[in-house]
T-cell receptor
């Protein structure tokens, strides 16, 4: 099955700086890559996703890039704010099973 | 609340007891997933349903775990003879699951936190 690896496991940045979280996957059949944000004690929330026919997608301060050849994708958060502090998970999914495989998470702390 | 709902939010049980959790997906969603999450880890797949059919079950899933979705709406997850290692957050998620559409957005419930003493 698919294996998703995520780095780093923890990340601290100063407010206003950028944060980058990287994930790799193993199954070339994976074609959908969502990112989830999970605040303490709350459910994972989808923040951005990208499909395999797209190399980059942006939504305000958040962007995701995908390199299908290298089988890796990254989350970029610019102008970080304290409310960005949370655990971020990447995931990979592919047809026909539409199974979602998650990374182990990155705990992001934005220091005011 | 029109999101995914789970009940109960917390469950404390003694080792050896059976527990059952319920998940109500978003009403028009055909696909329903169960995940398990322990502290510091990402959600780990347990099983998923397309309507009432259970299409896949993790090989890591013990025979003590069983899930149902009898009418294609809500689902239950039962753990028999609970062990301390079963202590975790059990998350339910749902997606539209349209035929021929592989990349549906997954929406999570708030989870059931299980503690086995």
């Amino acid at each position: 099955g698919e294996n998703v690896e995520q780095h780093p496991s923890t990340l601290s940045v100063q407010e206003g700086d950028s944060a980058v979280i990287k994930c790799t996957y193993s199954d070339s059949a994976s074609n959908y890559f969502p990112w989830y944000k999970q605040e303490l004690g709350k459910r994972p929330q989808l923040i951005i996703d990208i499909r395999s026919n797209v190399g980059e997608k942006k939504d305000q301060r958040i962007a995701v890039t995908l390199n299908k050849t290298a089988k890796h994708f990254s989350l970029h958060i610019t102008e970080t704010q304290p409310e960005d502090s949370a655990v971020y998970f990447c995931a990979a999914s592919g047809w026909p099973g539409n199974q979602f495989y998650f990374g182990t998470g990155t705990s992001l702390t934005v220091i005011p | 609340d029109t999101g995914v709902s789970q009940d109960p939010r917390h469950k404390i049980t003694k080792r050896g007891q059976n527990v059952t959790f319920r998940c109500d997906p978003i009403s028009e969603h055909n696909r329903l997933y169960w995940y398990r999450q322990t502290l510091g880890q990402g959600p780990e797949f347990l099983t998923y349903f397309q309507n009432e059919a259970q299409l896949e079950k993790s090989r890591l899933l013990s025979d003590r775990f069983s899930a149902e979705r009898p009418k294609g709406s809500f689902s239950t997850l039962e753990i028999q003879r609970t062990e301390q290692g079963d202590s975790a957050m059990y998350l339910c998620a749902s997606s539209l699951g349209r035929s021929g559409k592989p990349d549906e957005k997954l929406f999570f419930g708030s989870g059931t936190q299980l503690s086995v003493l």
